[in-house]
């Protein structure tokens, strides 16, 4: 059955119900005691093109010969709230911060921008954070002169004046 989550309706019917989903956009329902798939999962099945058991593509419309086909490998846009992107707000709220916080830490930011470079912005260097990341690469391709590879905020640093943080020489010398 190419149709993963068919097999596994129990598990989807109480996803659905945990997260409160309006009946009108559940994929499984219960008709009598068996679990039937509702008419538009399986109008998203039938619009579904599929390599063996991956679906790999998708039609907005029910031709079958339609030439505008969906490929779920690609992004289109970025979802955001207040001009976060919701990939930022769900990694600060990983990290323990609270809504309060990252709310806060955005007015800060956008009150205190003093340079702007596409999505990043330069501020005026009052705050410390504690940051985490993979690696540091040196990058022609950034102002900086380096490329941090996945990082993120561990911990504002509230006890720290600015002073006393490191600078971006420190993050050079770490550069490969």
């Known amino acids: 059955d190419r149709r993963a989550y068919a ?3 129990a598990l989807v019917l109480e996803a659905q119900q945990q997260a409160g989903l309006p009946g ?3 994929l499984v329902t219960v008709a009598g005691d068996q679990l039937l798939l509702t008419p538009p999962s399986e109008s998203f ?3 579904a093109r599929w390599e063996g058991e991956i679906a790999t593509g998708w039609r907005p419309h029910e031709d079958q010969d339609s030439v505008v086909l969906i490929d779920p490998g690609v ?3 970025r979802p955001a709230v207040g001009g976060i992107s919701t990939e930022v707000i769900w990694e600060h709220s990983e990290d323990g911060e609270d809504d309060q916080e990252i709310a806060r830490l955005d007015r800060w930011i956008r009150a205190h921008t003093t340079e702007r470079f596409g999505p990043v912005r330069a501020v ?4 410390v954070f504690e940051l985490g990341f993979e690696a540091v690469n040196r990058s022609a391709r950034h102002k900086s002169g380096i490329a941090v590879r996945f990082p993120r905020i561990l911990r504002w640093r ?4 600015a002073a006393e943080a490191d600078r971006l020489d420190t993050l050079t010398a770490l550069a490969r």
């Open 7 to 9: 097999s596994g309706k």
């Open 24 to 26: 009108e956009l559940w």
């Open 45 to 47: 099945l039938w619009r």
């Open 75 to 77: 992004r289109f846009g």
């Open 124 to 127: 005026q260097p009052q705050h």
């Open 158 to 161: 509230h006890d720290k004046p």
